[in-house]
């Protein structure tokens, strides 16, 4: 499987999420991982249909949310 460039992470994600995570100072999936899915949620931009995604992107690096 070929590694996502950092920069490239969450463009999968809408717009909106992606500029919610950019406004908290997430930029990795290790940073994303010390966050749990209900914190995110809060965020805005950051809507349910974004929750899977980011889940599949944490998997492909063998990571999940924070519990």
Known sequence: M???????LF???????QRALSEHGVTSLKMLATYREDELL???????????KLRQLLAEQGLTFHT
């Open 42 to 52: 809060q965020w805005h931009g950051i809507g349910p249909s974004s929750i899977p």
């Open 11 to 17: 463009l999968v994600l809408a717009k909106p999420a």
């Open 2 to 8: 070929q590694k996502r460039a950092e920069t490239d």
